[in-house]
C-alpha cells in the first residue's frame, strides 16, 4: 500500500492531474457556497446559459468574480513565493514574511488614503512598492554577496519598517481607515467584475514569463559558484526575478489587500508533493495557490455564518502554525 502511495507520488503528471482535479472542485465549492447554496447544474447553467434568474443574479454578479479573483491571487502570491524561496535559497521566503506585501500594501495605501481619486493607479503603485521592498532588502543584506538568512533577517525588518508607516497613515488619517480595513487584514468580499479585469494582465504576463525560466531558477538553485560555470549571468537572473516576483505581488496585494502566509506555505507544500524541480514546481504552485485562497475564501463565508470574516484570517489562522512547523523542521535539520 505504502509502495503505491510512494510510486503515485513519484509520478509528477498525475501528481499535476490531481491538483487540476483539486483546482476545478474548489471552484465549483466557492461559487456553490455562501447565503445562498446553489447546486453544480446550476453553476454551469448560469455560467454557459445565462438562465435569468435569482441564482443566475448571485452566481454571475457576486460568487463569479470573487472566485476568479481569488484564484488569480492565489496564484500570483503563490508563484511570488516559490521565486523568492528561490533566488534567496530558503524556504521561509515569502511576500509578506520578508516585507514585499508590506511594500506593496504601503504604497497602495498612500494611494488609496491620500489620493482616492486615483484609485485606478494602485495596481502600479503596488508594483512599485513591491519592486522597492525586494530591492531595498536585497540591497541592506548585501555583504560580497546576499547570503540567505541575511535576506531573511533583512526581510524583516523593512516589513516592520513599511508596517509602521501603515500604522502612520492610519494615526494621520483616522476618518479615512474604515474604508482600508479590509485592505488590511486581506479580504475578498468587496471585489467586482473590475477588480478580475484589474489583476487579469498582471497574472497572464506572469504566468507566462514564469513558465519560460524554470531552468535558470534551477540552475540558480545550485548556488553561485556552480550557476557562474553553467554560464549564468547571476545578478542580472536575479533582478529579472525580482522584478516579475514584485510585479505577481504587487498585482495581488493592489485587488485584495494584506493577504498573508499563501506565498510562504504554498510553495513548499507543492515542493512536498513534486519536489525542487521548477518546471514542475511553478505549475503546482499555481493549481494548489489558486485552490487553496478559494477554499479559505469558502470557509470565510460559511464558518460564521451569516456574519463574514475577512480570508486573510483564515490564512493567518493556518500559516502561522505551519511557520513554526517550518522553523522547528529547520532547526532540527541544522
Known amino acids: 500500500m505504502k509502495s ?28 456553490a457556497n455562501g447565503a445562498v447554496k446553489v447546486s453544480p447544474a446550476e453553476i454551469v447553467k448560469s455560467i454557459f446559459f445565462k438562465e435569468q434568474n435569482i441564482n443566475y443574479q448571485i452566481i454571475w454578479n457576486v460568487r463569479l468574480p470573487r472566485t476568479l479573483v481569488a484564484a488569480l491571487v492565489g496564484i500570483c502570491l503563490s508563484l511570488s513565493g516559490a521565486i523568492l524561496q528561490g533566488i534567496m535559497r530558503n524556504p521561509l521566503a515569502g511576500p509578506n514574511i520578508i516585507g514585499v506585501s508590506s511594500g506593496a500594501g504601503l504604497f497602495a495605501l498612500i494611494i488609496l488614503i491620500l489620493f482616492p481619486e486615483y484609485y485606478y493607479l494602485v495596481p502600479m503603485g ?10 531595498f532588502i ?4 548585501w555583504k560580497e554577496g546576499a547570503q540567505p538568512t541575511r535576506l531573511v533577517l533583512a526581510g524583516v525588518a523593512v516589513a516592520s519598517l513599511f508596517s509602521a508607516g ?16 479590509g485592505f488590511m487584514v486581506g479580504g475578498l468580499s468587496a471585489v467586482q467584475w473590475q477588480d478580475f479585469k484589474m489583476i487579469l ?3 497572464i504576463v506572469g504566468v507566462l514569463l514564469v513558465m519560460f525560466l524554470p531552468n535558470k531558477l534551477n540552475i540558480l538553485m545550485l548556488g553561485d559558484e556552480v550557476a557562474t560555470g553553467l554560464g549564468l549571468n547571476i545578478e542580472r537572473t536575479r533582478f529579472y526575478f525580482i522584478i516579475l516576483s514584485s510585479l505577481l505581488a504587487g498585482s495581488a496585494v493592489s485587488v485584495v489587500g494584506l493577504l498573508g502566509f499563501v506565498g510562504l506555505i504554498v510553495p513548499h ?10 518546471k514542475y514546481l511553478f505549475p503546482a504552485a499555481i493549481l494548489l495557490g489558486g485552490s487553496i485562497v478559494m477554499i479559505c475564501d469558502t470557509l470565510s463565508r460559511v464558518l460564521f455564518a451569516p456574519m463574514e470574516i475577512p480570508v486573510g484570517i483564515i490564512m493567518s489562522a493556518i500559516g502561522a502554525p505551519f511557520f513554526l512547523y517550518l522553523l522547528r523542521v529547520r532547526g532540527e535539520n541544522r
Request: with cysteine.
Open 126 to 135: 503596488a508594483f512599485v512598492g513591491a519592486l522597492f521592498a525586494t530591492l
Open 269 to 278: 507544500i507543492a515542493r512536498i508533493f513534486i519536489g525542487s524541480d521548477y
Open 201 to 203: 494582465p498582471y497574472t
Open 166 to 181: 501603515n500604522n502612520a497613515l492610519m494615526t494621520f488619517f483616522p476618518d479615512r481607515v474604515s474604508g482600508v480595513l
Open 4 to 31: 503505491g502511495i510512494k510510486s503515485i507520488i513519484k509520478n509528477k503528471e498525475i501528481i499535476l492531474i490531481l491538483l487540476t482535479i483539486l483546482f476545478v472542485c474548489s471552484f465549483f465549492l466557492s461559487v
Open 138 to 141: 536585497y540591497i541592506l543584506a
